[in-house]
């Protein structure tokens, strides 16, 4: 029979065009399965560019066709087809993303900004590689509006379509959603990003960033410790409890309360009080009093003291993208060049159906005193020129999403946040030596997907200290928002108290996330067994490669209320894997939906496992002949297991309790010893200390030789006791126990602290 008359059945489609997205009879398919069903007819796809077709053949946008121009438009894209279960990343208040997971289209929250989903085979159990099919599907920026998924109560998946202004609008979304599907769900986000960065051009990967160098030393922030009241004398203190403790901070951050502000509304009656704390406005570029007096002449003056006496190598001040609060006073002499107006806010319907907040509603009433974007670049630059001549370093800059509910007579949303962002952008790159930016409050996909040059953001909400049944959704919403963030920025994991009963627990998070490390102790109120986990007695601190995020297993469950899965996030350093296990089970509930009850914590004991395998791309690091064979050790239980990859650990938590693991490949040099080096086994992320590691031999001996950063205590698995052991030349004694775990101290050693030390470990040829 000629192929051309063939039954269609019989064809076998190529690897390829099995992953090619295909939308045909109202049905959607991404790797060769139905995603969607009943697909309205004006539902559109198409490629997401034919010079990328062959590095990602699934890639596609969706996009859909109205009737009528509008500036806001709600398409459905159809029913999820049955055996696909989901995790949203959703704005649940206007400022931040949190995780919810599910299965069926009428549960996706509004504003969800990325979902990510998974389908295995009927014999595919969660734990067989292989099995499962994922898709991604992430609404973006297209043109001048912005995409967002949601559900609805007819258990349809939608995409809202919006500009912010109604006078920007249109009748097409053309590339609205885009989406690709993969076997393993990192790899499928990373390459998204790459491929969307190349398509829009108006972001970049943060592998194309410039990182700020103060991420690698330890940190304070002013706000827990005083919040608005931060002053001069509470800031020395601060610094210098901290270094006399032995964990000194190199890394500063001056929070709200040092800038020139009025509050129009000191004269309104005392109820409204309260609405009106977030409705001040600047009035001036300059540091305010409590910053010109007795204590310090100036800000200048300040600066200095605190890198001369206090040893901090990095001075970071806080304003709002607006300047303020509630912007800028139109009326202030200092403001009037950069055209402020003052406007009122509108918030996106998707906004008001999640969680209302409580700074908008102030912003709302009392209205917002915004630049003119045309002078924005102009106003950036006078606040960062004075700030860098008086020895500032860089700015964290917040409340950044407000910029989405301003875009009336603006061009729209989009357009407005767009020009913002990038003269932010080019006034750091213009007034500070490095990309020193922290973004802040900015997690709607205006400012992610327009973020050029930014290469930190916040993760999450803040750490909220008062708030004892915050503090496991805190830490699960920072490891599943830098699955989408950590493509783009450096998440930062925010603030924490190291004198509190959640310390260890948001320290050794913290370890793991491959950001920044900062606390917002009060002056002499620290714990200093929590905080020498941390940081190293030169300031510096262990970070790891990437951005944590939640292992593979974990993407699917509820990891705070579902009574029984534990959160799991892994990450890489140069030598090893590293894995947290953290119980969030009992002692908190997610804030959205508002439940009537106040939540009562309960504790609750979670058995899991952990196995090698969690660390995704452990290969990047094992050599090129490795076994599959890993040792393994448990912070807190010091104990020391060999594993193969596939391999697992029980892990037995209660809650609010967590354990962590250092995965490091097992060598054999020589053909005869079996190494494996775990770095300074008294830090939380201890492979994070290792820097390198080689070997020579000849005919009497092998010596494995280590680049390591100290002081602390050296630890290592070997198969076999060595004959010697040297740190710098100098033998030590070394410990080996049954398990195989080689220890030693690297002695405090003022000169090198922070250095690479040399260690030397011979095995003498039987």
Same mark, same amino acid.
């Given at each position: 029979?000629?192929?051309?008359?063939?039954?269609?059945?019989?064809?076998?489609?190529?690897?390829?065009?099995?992953?090619?997205?295909?939308?045909?009879?109202?049905?959607?398919?991404?790797?060769?399965?139905?995603?969607? $069903?009943? *697909?309205? %007819?004006?539902? /559109?796809?198409?490629?997401?560019?034919?010079?990328?077709? =062959? &590095?990602?053949?699934? !890639? @596609?946008?969706?996009?859909?066709?109205?009737?009528?121009?509008?500036?806001?438009?709600?398409?459905?894209?159809?029913?999820?087809?049955?055996?696909?279960?989901?995790?949203?990343?959703?704005?649940?208040?206007?400022?931040?993303?949190?995780?919810?997971?599910?299965?069926? $289209?009428? *549960?996706? %929250?509004?504003? /969800?900004?990325?979902?990510?989903?998974?389908?295995?085979? =009927? &014999?595919?159990?969660? !734990? @067989?590689?292989?099995?499962?099919?994922?898709?991604?599907?992430?609404?973006?920026?297209?043109?001048?509006?912005?995409?967002?998924?949601?559900?609805?109560?007819?258990?349809?998946?939608?995409?809202?379509?919006?500009?912010?202004?109604?006078?920007?609008?249109?009748?097409? $979304?053309?590339?609205?959603?885009?989406?690709?599907?993969?076997?393993?769900?990192?790899?499928?986000?990373?390459?998204?990003?790459?491929?969307?960065?190349?398509?829009?051009?108006?972001?970049?990967?943060?592998?194309?960033?410039?990182?700020?160098?103060?991420?690698?030393?330890?940190?304070?922030?002013?706000?827990?410790?005083?919040?608005?009241?931060?002053?001069?004398?509470?800031?020395?203190?601060?610094?210098?409890?901290?270094?006399?403790?032995?964990?000194?901070?190199?890394?500063?951050?001056?929070?709200?309360?040092?800038?020139?502000?009025?509050?129009?509304?000191?004269?309104?009656?005392?109820?409204?009080?309260?609405?009106?704390?977030?409705?001040?406005?600047?009035?001036?570029?300059?540091?305010?009093?409590?910053?010109?007096?007795?204590?310090?002449?100036?800000?200048?003056?300040?600066?200095?003291?605190?890198?001369?006496?206090?040893?901090?190598?990095?001075?970071?001040?806080?304003?709002?993208?607006?300047?303020?609060?509630?912007?800028?006073?139109?009326?202030?002499?200092?403001?009037?060049?950069?055209?402020?107006?003052?406007?009122?806010?509108?918030?996106?319907?998707?906004?008001?159906?999640?969680?209302?907040?409580?700074?908008?509603?102030?912003?709302?009433?009392?209205?917002?005193?915004?630049?003119?974007?045309?002078?924005?670049?102009?106003?950036?630059?006078?606040?960062?020129?004075?700030?860098?001549?008086?020895?500032?370093?860089?700015?964290?800059?917040?409340?950044?999403?407000?910029?989405?509910?301003?875009?009336?007579?603006?061009?729209?949303?989009?357009?407005?946040?767009?020009?913002?962002?990038?003269?932010?952008?080019?006034?750091?790159?213009?007034?500070?030596?490095?990309?020193?930016?922290?973004?802040?409050?900015?997690?709607?996909?205006?400012?992610?997907?327009?973020?050029?040059?930014?290469?930190?953001?916040?993760?999450?909400?803040?750490?909220?200290?008062?708030?004892?049944?915050?503090?496991?959704?805190?830490?699960?919403?920072?490891?599943?928002?830098?699955?989408?963030?950590?493509?783009?920025?450096?998440?930062?994991?925010?603030?924490?108290?190291?004198?509190?009963?959640?310390?260890?627990?948001?320290?050794?998070?913290?370890?793991?996330?491959?950001?920044?490390?900062?606390?917002?102790?009060?002056?002499?109120?620290?714990?200093?067994?929590?905080?020498?986990?941390?940081?190293?007695?030169?300031?510096?601190?262990?970070?790891?490669?990437?951005?944590?995020?939640?292992?593979?297993?974990?993407?699917?469950?509820?990891?705070?209320?579902?009574?029984?899965?534990?959160?799991?996030?892994?990450?890489?350093?140069?030598?090893?894997?590293?894995?947290?296990?953290?119980?969030?089970?009992?002692?908190?509930?997610?804030?959205?939906?508002?439940?009537?009850?106040?939540?009562?914590?309960?504790?609750?004991?979670?058995?899991?496992?952990?196995?090698?395998?969690?660390?995704?791309?452990?290969?990047?690091?094992?050599?090129?002949?490795?076994?599959?064979?890993?040792?393994?050790?448990?912070?807190?239980?010091?104990?020391?297991?060999?594993?193969?990859?596939?391999?697992?650990?029980?892990?037995?938590?209660?809650?609010?309790?967590?354990?962590?693991?250092?995965?490091?490949?097992?060598?054999?040099?020589?053909?005869?010893?079996?190494?494996?080096?775990?770095?300074?086994?008294?830090?939380?992320?201890?492979?994070?200390?290792?820097?390198?590691?080689?070997?020579?031999?000849?005919?009497?001996?092998?010596?494995?030789?280590?680049?390591?950063?100290?002081?602390?205590?050296?630890?290592?698995?070997?198969?076999?006791?060595?004959d010697l052991c040297r740190v710098d030349g100098q033998q030590v004694e070394s410990s080996h126990t049954?398990?195989?775990?080689?220890?030693?101290?690297?002695?405090?050693?003022?000169?090198?602290?922070?250095?690479?030390?040399?260690?030397?470990?011979?095995?003498?040829?039987?």
């Open positions: 029979m000629p192929a051309a008359s063939q039954h269609l059945s019989t064809v076998t489609p190529t690897p390829q065009q099995q992953m090619m997205a295909q939308l045909e009879h109202g049905s959607l398919l991404v790797g060769g399965r139905e995603l969607l $069903a009943r *697909a309205p %007819p004006n539902v /559109t796809l198409r490629p997401a560019g034919v010079a990328d077709a =062959e &590095a990602a053949p699934g !890639a @596609a946008f969706l996009g859909a066709r109205a009737a009528e121009p509008s500036s806001r438009h709600v398409f459905s894209v159809g029913t999820l087809a049955s055996g696909w279960r989901w995790m949203s990343l959703f704005r649940f208040k206007i400022w931040w993303m949190v995780p919810a997971t599910g299965a069926g $289209a009428a *549960a996706v %929250p509004a504003e /969800t900004q990325m979902l990510l989903l998974e389908s295995r085979d =009927e &014999a595919g159990s969660a !734990a @067989a590689e292989g099995s499962a099919v994922y898709a991604l599907m992430l609404p973006v920026l297209d043109g001048d509006f912005r995409a967002s998924l949601q559900g609805s109560p007819q258990n349809e998946l939608q995409f809202c379509f919006e500009s912010g202004d109604p006078e920007v609008q249109t009748m097409e $979304a053309v590339d609205a959603v885009f989406i690709n599907s993969g076997d393993n769900p990192f790899k499928l986000m990373k390459e998204a990003i790459k491929l969307l960065s190349k398509i829009k051009g108006t972001f970049r990967h943060i592998e194309d960033k410039e990182i700020p160098a103060n991420l690698d030393w330890f940190g304070w922030c002013t706000w827990d410790a005083f919040y608005k009241a931060v002053n001069p004398t509470g800031i020395e203190e601060g610094l210098q409890s901290l270094h006399e403790g032995g964990a000194p901070p190199r890394f500063l951050i001056i929070d709200d309360g040092w800038q020139e502000t009025v509050d129009e509304f000191k004269e309104v009656d005392e109820t409204l009080r309260e609405q009106t704390v977030f409705a001040q406005r600047l009035t001036d570029l300059k540091e305010n009093h409590k910053f010109r007096g007795e204590t310090c002449k100036n800000l200048g003056d300040l600066v200095k003291k605190i890198k001369e006496k206090h040893g901090v190598k990095f001075v970071y001040m806080w304003h709002a993208l607006l300047g303020y609060w509630g912007g800028v006073l139109a009326t202030s002499d200092a403001m009037k060049k950069y055209n402020p107006k003052l406007a009122y806010p509108v918030q996106s319907p998707g906004n008001v159906v999640n969680l209302r907040d409580i700074a908008m509603d102030s912003l709302e009433k009392f209205g917002v005193g915004i630049i003119d974007p045309d002078k924005i670049y102009e106003f950036y630059n006078d606040q960062h020129s004075y700030l860098s001549s008086v020895g500032v370093d860089g700015v964290k800059v917040d409340v950044q999403n407000v910029l989405e509910t301003l875009g009336h007579g603006f061009g729209g949303r989009v357009a407005v946040t767009r020009k913002y962002q990038h003269a932010l952008e080019e006034s750091i790159a213009q007034n500070f030596k490095r990309n020193n930016l922290i973004c802040c409050m900015s997690h709607n996909s205006d400012s992610i997907f327009s973020a050029l040059k930014s290469a930190v953001a916040r993760a999450s909400e803040d750490f909220m200290p008062r708030e004892p049944t915050l503090q496991t959704l805190h830490i699960a919403s920072v490891a599943f928002n830098s699955i989408l963030l950590g493509e783009i920025f450096i998440p930062d994991w925010d603030m924490f108290h190291s004198k509190h009963e959640s310390a260890e627990f948001h320290g050794a998070a913290r370890a793991l996330s491959g950001g920044g490390v900062y606390v917002s102790d009060k002056p002499g109120v620290h714990d200093f067994s929590v905080l020498k986990k941390l940081v190293l007695p030169d300031g510096s601190i262990l970070r790891a490669r990437y951005a944590g995020r939640p292992t593979r297993d974990c993407l699917f469950n509820d990891p705070v209320m579902d009574g029984k899965s534990l959160l799991k996030i892994w990450n890489l350093n140069n030598f090893s894997g590293v894995i947290g296990a953290f119980n969030c089970q009992g002692a908190g509930q997610w804030v959205w939906p508002v439940k009537d009850t106040a939540y009562v914590p309960t504790s609750i004991n979670i058995t899991g496992h952990i196995s090698p395998s969690d660390v995704e791309s452990l290969e990047e690091i094992a050599s090129d002949n490795w076994s599959g064979e890993t040792a393994v050790y448990a912070f807190s239980s010091c104990s020391l297991s060999r594993l193969q990859k596939h391999q697992n650990l029980e892990v037995s938590l209660s809650t609010m309790a967590c354990e962590i693991y250092t995965v490091s490949p097992i060598k054999v040099f020589s053909k005869a010893v079996q190494f494996a080096p775990l770095g300074l086994i008294n830090m939380f992320n201890s492979g994070g200390a290792l820097d390198d590691v080689s070997s020579t031999s000849d005919s009497s001996a092998t010596t494995i030789h280590v680049r390591c950063r100290g002081p602390g205590q050296f630890g290592a698995y070997s198969a076999t006791r060595p049954e398990d195989g775990l080689l220890a030693f101290d690297l002695a405090h050693c003022s000169p090198h602290d922070g250095d690479l030390r040399h260690i030397e470990i011979l095995y003498r040829t039987p």
